[in-house]
């Protein structure tokens, strides 16, 4: 069984699929990037677009019943990796949990956004 997760207090999906998806008592995020729950692109840095996908990640997180402690791993998505320690820096304000994670430089992001991050959370 799968239960859809969705919320207004992060961005609405930009195609057809869902802000995250529960089953077997995990907790499957999409890619959240710098976008404001209406939709609005937020542009400045790595740091403040950083800030605004994790956001947007804890909105869905919530919405689903869980948490960022809850969180067992990640993936980032960087269009340069020159901009590895800055998102690392914000990334860790969000995480003590310190959850497995991959980190790639990707050619493009939807939107030719900083970054995208989605999650694994156990509900």
Do not use: H, W
């Amino acid at each position: 069984m799968r239960d859809i997760i969705n919320t207004e207090n992060a961005p609405a999906a930009i195609g057809p699929y869902s802000q995250a998806v529960r089953a077997g008592g995990l907790i499957f995020t999409s890619g959240q990037i710098p976008l404001t729950p209406s939709g609005e692109l937020i542009s400045g840095g790595i740091e403040v677009q950083t800030k605004q996908v994790l956001c947007n990640l804890k909105a869905v997180l919530e919405a689903a019943g869980s948490n960022m402690e809850n969180v067992v791993k990640t993936t980032v998505f960087l269009s340069n990796m020159e901009n590895f320690a800055m998102m690392n820096e914000v990334y860790a304000e969000y995480f003590s949990n310190n959850p497995a994670r991959s980190t790639v430089e990707v050619r493009r992001i939807p939107k030719d956004v900083l970054v995208e991050i989605e999650a694994i959370a156990v509900s």
